[in-house]
């Protein structure tokens, strides 16, 4: 029966990838389209998919058999390997705007060093791809095998057939999602398997004892430089720590939409290799601590399945190996396929059109999936092949494409001289010598590049990026955000972070003190009787506080308005949060002697406090709490003994349940939404005051006004009566989700009203005759700064922030005399103009001085503005042609804009780009 059923959820589990896998891909017309998609794909997405790629299930082998035959000697130099993707993330990532949307990295050296280093690239790539995906088949056909009791070359057959059909019809968005498939399974199976060989460890003392006894954990004698494992370790580091940018790699950073994307999914990407990585190195830590490495290291894989895996969690185990394999190899099916057909042909002279590009492209995937079949059949051994293979790469293509990223540029000639030395140096030593030539090789070719860039005197040198205002804005904002952070803590205020880590509604608090109530209720009743009665005294202290608490927060709303007091019950909430919820219940899962229903009370507590703050005040919170409650039990009580009473199965689910709970916490924003949302309505809300008081000024307002008021106002007037009538009359009929919808209409046509009202309101004015604007000191710099930010969070949304890329150009400490309200509110209405009619590219936004003037400016890539539109674009009530009227432009801000600078004595003006879109700049004067 547990036969069958392993069977049945593998056969599921590989129909599932082929159907995602092949309906993904439909639709697919031109070779950029199947190496690179559309580049629309969201950062979890890339995330999802670099992990995957990286994570195989040749790496799974090698960690795990590697940790348990060399311990520290693995264990230390194999963290580089995270380290690798945070230098891409900090470092290469904001550097490579000029490579994104190249179709592959053979592409990308083309543009650099010519076609002969493209050609050189392809075939660097495609060959170790071969390589790579036939050990991933080899891998496969064994587990297939002792899954399923078949022969090897049909386990091989069956699992290379799905990765070769989808990866070669589809393309890389095949790729992609099936990879986000494979990503969550592995990610399941790989801390199941860790909890498996945990659980056959009698003791933790076992694995103390192996570590703190065993040469391979002992620091001295690993980084003993006398020691010949050392330099071997060194050389592992160096291999791991070596960004490669190999083509699979190099595709997931041409994908993303602009840099900063590229930074968040390989810092994201980073997060989860260190967690998956560590997760293995523990798996091969304990079998060694068990089996005192009497196994052989190749047979581990197995040895986990049949030995330490329980019989009803095998196809589990097998479908999660089988996704790490299917997750590498159809990425590097993917990203050969296009060196071959669309970088070696060109490289040779063939010239394609689009359609038989694409053709070739999926007969080269299905001619490299085969061949890797072939060899994965009849050379067992290939994983020394290709290891060997794969060391060619770096040597030789990433060194030059690094330089290069980094912004040193040479000719053909010295990258190839480069390349040249690299790759012979590599080959020496596998030829001559028992040593990785690897190491050695990047050092040659560093050192034939720079000797015959110098010596010959070719053009170039560390010229620098292309475009370094994107550098030099993530610089900028770098060093903001660590004075923002700096000044924070000199500022804290504990009453005033508790309101702001407060709930807004009074509901809140009943809801948190019936939960708590039910906590403390429910570990009481848990508790082990001969414990309850030992820890009498303690317990009932506990119940009081706790009860106590809980009643002031339940009675609050119904307090005399006299005695409420907003800072009392803020407080209140916060100490409860960590006393109720974290302290008390960890302080009795410790004095149960661990008990684990006791322990399933407290994570359902922190997972509980992960949704309502935010992860940084969540971790100092449970810290705080947790260090609490364990030092005062073991103060009073010690914990001699505690540690005997836990099985390994419940160690094990306890740390799963804890990061779980921790994850939770992390990737769930709620309280930057709520400030997000709480700014909103401030900001709304002050809009509305602002009209209120305004509003006796309006008679003054022009006969343009009379003539389009009725048009621009019964739309918004409409919709926010009929909603709010449907909304009225159908609250109960109505989900959650449809009434939220209501809201976001009601809300987004009272704001298109409110800012139509204010605009006018503020033009009319300055209009008036006898208005006089309030002039002061005004830095400018800092004000632009602020009001890009307040716009962005109010006219981006979450899941458009990645792809509106905003580039800052903005001179320091730029003093102007003017009037602060008005100028921001032109310069708001210029940056919202722009991002309402951003369709792609960037917006660039500018401000510098020259002598008395000072230039502000912002340029988009949106839908433009007819030239002879240009001038009277600043008329009231008038809007270019090419809007579209679901946009909202209610051509009021650009007068507005108009009136406050000539107002200030200034001028102002609209420009055409070279491109699609449209360049708006204003000048004032510091003398002014």
Not at 41 to 61: D, E, Q, R, Y
Not at 234 to 239: S, Y
Request: aromatic share 12%.
């Amino acid at each position: 029966m547990s036969y069958n059923i392993d069977i049945i959820v593998l056969v599921v589990f590989l129909l599932i990838n082929l159907v995602v896998g092949i309906y993904s891909g439909k639709g697919i017309k031109n070779i950029k389209e199947y190496a690179i998609g559309n580049r629309n794909f969201s950062t979890a997405t890339l995330a999802a998919t670099i992990v995957a790629t990286w994570i195989s299930a040749t790496t799974f082998t090698i960690t795990v058999a590697e940790t348990y035959s060399s311990g520290l000697y693995y264990i230390i130099p194999g963290l580089a390997d995270t380290v690798a993707f945070v230098i891409i993330a900090l470092f290469i990532a904001p550097r490579m705007k000029e490579f994104l949307g190249s179709v592959s990295v053979a592409e990308a050296m083309d543009k650099l060093y010519g076609n002969n280093a493209r050609a050189i690239t392809s075939i660097l790539g495609v060959v170790p791809s071969i390589g790579v995906v036939a050990a991933q088949f080899i891998l496969s056909s064994i587990l297939l095998q002792s899954l399923t009791g078949i022969s090897g070359l049909y386990a091989s057959l069956l699992s290379a057939f799905i990765v070769i059909c989808y990866s070669s019809f589809g393309g890389i968005k095949s790729v992609t999602f099936t990879d986000m498939i494979q990503f969550a399974t592995f990610c399941i199976v790989i801390p199941t398997l860790g909890i498996a060989v945990f659980e056959s460890i009698s003791s933790t003392n076992s694995i103390l004892d192996y570590v703190s006894t065993s040469e391979l954990y002992n620091i001295k004698e690993v980084f003993d430089t006398s020691n010949p494992r050392f330099y071997s370790a060194l050389i592992v580091f160096t291999f791991y720590l070596m960004p490669d940018l190999d083509s699979a790699i190099f595709q997931r950073i041409s994908m993303a939409r602009n840099t900063k994307q590229v930074k968040k999914a390989f810092l994201i990407a980073a997060g989860f290799c260190l967690l998956i990585d560590s997760m293995l190195r523990f798996i091969g830590m304990t079998i060694a601590a068990k089996e005192n490495l009497q196994l052989a290291p190749n047979d581990l894989i197995l040895h986990i399945i049949n030995d330490y895996t329980p019989y009803y969690l095998k196809g589990i185990a097998v479908i999660g190996i089988l996704a790490m394999i299917m997750s590498s190899a159809d990425s590097y099916i993917n990203s050969s396929s296009v060196l071959f057909s669309h970088d070696f042909c060109k490289s040779i002279g063939l010239r394609l059109s689009a359609r038989a590009e694409l053709l070739l492209a999926r007969f080269s995937a299905l001619f490299i999936g085969l061949a890797a079949l072939v060899l994965s059949v009849y050379y067992t051994n290939i994983l020394g092949v290709m290891v060997a293979a794969y060391s060619f790469y770096s040597p030789v293509v990433s060194v030059p494409l690094l330089l290069a990223i980094f912004g040193f540029r040479t000719s053909k000639k010295a990258a190839l001289s480069g390349m040249a030395a690299g790759f012979t140096t590599v080959i020496s030593f596998m030829l001559f010598t028992d040593m990785d030539g690897y190491v050695w090789g990047i050092f040659a070719n560093l050192t034939a590049l720079f000797s015959t860039h110098y010596l010959f005197k070719q053009n170039g040198g560390w010229i620098g990026i292309k475009d370094t205002k994107e550098i030099e804005y993530i610089r900028e904002e770098r060093k903001e955000k660590w004075a923002s952070n700096i000044c924070s803590l000199k500022n804290f205020h504990l009453i005033n972070f508790c309101k702001n880590n407060a709930p807004k509604e009074n509901r809140y608090y009943v809801c948190l003190g019936l939960f708590s109530s039910v906590l403390i209720f429910s570990s009481i009743y848990t508790m082990p009787q001969n414990l309850y009665l030992q820890y009498y005294s303690l317990i009932t202290i506990l119940q009081i506080s706790v009860l106590a608490l809980s009643t002031i927060l339940i009675t609050y709303p119904i307090w005399e308005p006299n005695y409420r007091n907003k800072t009392f019950i803020t407080i209140i909430w916060n100490f409860s949060l960590v006393y109720s919820m974290i302290f008390s219940t960890s302080l009795m899962f410790f004095i149960s002697n661990l008990d684990q229903s006791l322990l399933t009370i407290m994570v359902i507590s922190l997972i509980t406090i992960a949704v309502q703050v935010r992860w940084q005040v969540l971790l100092t919170m449970i810290c705080t709490g947790m260090l609490s409650s364990f030092l005062l039990y073991r103060f009073n009580y010690g914990i001699d003994g505690i540690t005997q009473n836990i099985s390994s199965n419940f160690k094990a689910i306890w740390s799963l349940l804890v990061v779980s709970g921790l994850l939770i916490a992390f990737f769930k924003p709620k309280q930057e939404y709520q400030e997000l949302t709480e700014a909103k309505l401030d900001y709304q809300y002050a809009k509305m005051n602002e009209q209120k008081k305004e509003l006796i000024k309006t008679f003054e307002m022009k006969n343009e006004f009379l003539r389009n008021l009725n048009h621009e106002t019964r739309g918004p007037i409409v919709d926010i009566t009929t909603m709010g009538q449907a909304l009225y009359e159908n609250y109960d009929n109505f989900s959650e989700e449809q009434r939220k919808e209501a809201l976001k209409e009601i809300s987004n046509n009272s704001s298109k009203l409110s800012s139509l009202v204010n605009n006018l309101i503020d033009l009319s004015q300055l209009s008036s005759i006898n208005f006089k604007l309030n002039i002061n000191n005004v830095d400018l710099s800092k004000l632009v700064k602020e009001r890009v930010e307040f716009c962005k969070k109010l006219y981006i949304s979450d899941e458009n922030n990645d792809s509106v890329q905003i580039i800052l150009n903005i001179e320091k400490n730029i003093i102007c005399k003017c009037d602060k309200h008005y100028v921001s509110n032109a310069i708001d209405n210029i940056i919202i103009n722009a991002m309402q009619y951003y369709k792609d590219g960037q917006i660039i936004i500018e401000l510098h001085k020259n002598g008395t003037e000072i230039e502000f400016s912002v340029i988009d890539e949106g839908i433009g503005i007819s030239k002879n539109e240009l001038y009277n674009i600043f008329g009231t009530f008038t809007v270019g042609s090419r809007t579209h009227p679901t946009v909202g432009n209610r051509g009021v801000g650009l007068a507005l804009c108009k009136k406050t600078i000539e107002s200030h004595g200034g001028k102002i003006w609209a420009e055409s780009n070279s491109k699609n879109g449209t360049t708006f700049k204003f000048v004032l004067y510091s003398s002014a």
